[in-house]
C-alpha cells in the first residue's frame, strides 16, 4: 500500500499560545464519548467478568487511542481542517498547536494505549486496539478519504472496533456476538455519515474530498442511505432471534429501528437541494446519534436486569 505524505499546502499560521484544552480537543471528545459508551456497553455485555480496575484501564485504553487516532487524523488533515466551516477552528487550523506536536502527541498516546491494554488484559484486545488505530490513521484518513467516495463504507470498521475490544478485555476472544456489535457500528456508519455530507456538502467540495455527495450526487446518496439501512436494520435485530439477546434489548431494537427506516425513508423520498431545507436528513443525523446511544444501553440492561 502506497502512502501519500502529510500535505504541505497551506502556509503555517502563526502560532498562539496553546493549553490542555487543544491537547483535549485533538482527541475529538465528542467522538470520543460515543466510542467510550459502546466500548463499556461490550464489555459489561461479555460473559463472565473483569476486576472493576482491570476494566476501568480497559476502557481507558480505549478512550487514550481513540484519542490517538483523533489526533493522527487532524495532523494529517490540518489543510483540509482550515477549509473547512465545521473544522476551521480546531487547534490545528486556529494555529494553537503546530503539527509536530500533534504528531508527537498521537504517536505518543497511541503506543502508551497499546502497551497499557496489553498489559492489564489481554494481547487480544491490545492488537485489536493498534489495529484500531492503524485502521483509522492510516487506512480510513490517509487511503481511502482523499480517494474513493466509499471511504466512509470501508473506513466504518475503525468506529466498529470499540465494543470488540471491550469484549475481547474480558474474555480474551471473539465470538459471534461481539462480531454482530462490530456489524450494527459498522453498518450505522454509512447513513448516518451521508446524512451529515448531504448539508455539509459544500464543505466536501472546497476541501475536494470525494464524499458521495459530491460525487455521485444528492439523490443517490440519499438512495444509498436507504438501502444501507436496510442491512443495519437486519444486523441490529438479530442477535434477540438467534438468543444473545432478551426481550429488553429485542423490544427496544425493533422500535429503534422501525424509527430509524422511517426517517431514511423520508429521506430517500425527499427532493430539497439547499441544506438549509434538508430537514429530513438533519433529522435523520440526529436520531442515528441516539439510535446507537439506546440500543448499547438496551444491550447491557439485558445483561444486568434479569427477567422471570
Known sequence: MTLIPAPETVAPTPAMPSDWRDLFALTKPRVMTLVVFTALCGLIAAPGGIHPILGFTAILCIAVGAGAAGALNQWYEADIDAKMKRTASRPLPGGRVSRESALHFGVGLSFFSVILMGVATNVLAAA?????IFFYAVVYTMW?????????????AAGAFPPLIGWAAVTGDVTVMPALLFAIIFLWTPPHFWALSLFVKIDYEKANIPMLPVVAGIASTRRHILLYTLPMVAAAIAPWPLGFAGPIY???SVALNAVFLYFALRVAMSRTTEPKDMKAEKKLFGFSILYLFVLYAALVADRLVPLA
Open 128 to 132: 485489536i486496539l493498534a489495529f484500531s
Open 144 to 156: 481511502l478519504k482523499p480517494r474513493t467516495a466509499q471511504n466512509i463504507v470501508i473506513g466504518g
Open 250 to 252: 429485542g423490544a427496544t
